[in-house]
């Protein structure tokens, strides 16, 4: 019998869930913390299913990114890499069926299966400060995450949220969302995202020491110089 991927798996469910009318939503949700938007806020998965999700420190923890900007949910499940879009209206929330990578990741398939059906079985969300929880139609939780990330003040307003692991990181700004991989640096660390704001331009976050850091943009080139980069944004540590 051929293999299938999970998320080829899941995108069924989700498809049939889209198919079955908006679901009554609870009349109340915890308002949103505004240091946590809902949208932009990388959403670390705590628990799937009743399961709390355990990650092994050499691993990525699966996680999940609103985009407002284009509607765009993005994540990882453990295994595999996703995208898919979302409608958010009030306390209601669906996910559409996603795509993404198809890899077969030995002991991490059964959790990120179980992380796309209660994608798949959300209705609404409810959020009390940096806690998230994912809702069925009969409000009960399938899902909950934890906010984990570097939240910066840029050019003294702007909010930025960074989550670095040892090879790559993920950064939410103005409503989207940058996957970036680690780069050389003299000093420092240095993310590279390769698809920046601009067609043509790469993205790059520096920092020394965490505590404040510098994002710019640069033309995708190996012959740049410095003249050709410039600055996006300064920003400091909240």
Same mark, same amino acid.
């Given at each position: 019998m051929p293999k299938h991927s999970t998320l080829h798996s899941v995108a069924l469910l989700l498809a049939l869930a889209g198919c079955a009318g908006t679901p009554s939503a609870p009349s109340t949700v915890a308002a949103a913390d505004n240091s946590w938007p809902l949208a932009g806020t990388f959403w670390q998965l705590a628990e799937v299913g009743g399961t709390r999700v355990e990650t092994p420190p050499s691993r990525i923890?699966?996680?999940?990114v609103l985009q407002s900007a284009d509607q765009q949910a993005k994540g990882f499940g453990g295994c595999n890499r996703f995208d898919g879009g979302y409608a958010l209206d009030g306390a209601a929330l669906r996910f559409q069926p996603p795509g993404g990578t198809r890899h077969?990741?030995?002991?991490?398939t059964a959790q990120e299966q179980a992380f796309l059906q209660a994608l798949a079985a959300t209705a609404s969300w409810r959020q009390d400060g940096d806690r998230l929880q994912l809702l069925a139609a009969d409000?009960?939780?399938?899902?909950a995450f934890n906010a984990s990330a570097q939240r910066y003040v840029c050019d003294g307003s702007k909010m930025m949220f960074v989550h670095a692991e040892p090879r790559e990181a993920v950064l939410a700004m103005?409503?989207? %969302?940058?996957?970036?991989?680690?780069?050389?640096?003299?000093?420092?660390?240095?993310?590279?995202?390769?698809?920046g704001r601009s067609p043509g331009y790469s993205l790059e976050w520096l920092t020394k020491d965490g505590s404040e850091g510098l994002l710019v943009e640069a033309p995708q080139s190996?012959?740049?110089?410095m003249a050709d980069q410039r600055? %996006?944004?300064?920003?400091k540590r909240s």
């Open positions: 923890a699966p996680f999940l077969d990741c030995a002991g991490g409000g009960k939780p399938v899902a103005d409503g989207r %969302v940058y996957s970036m991989e680690d780069a050389p640096v003299a000093s420092g660390v240095r993310y590279l995202a390769a698809e190996d012959a740049r110089s600055t %996006v944004a300064r920003c």
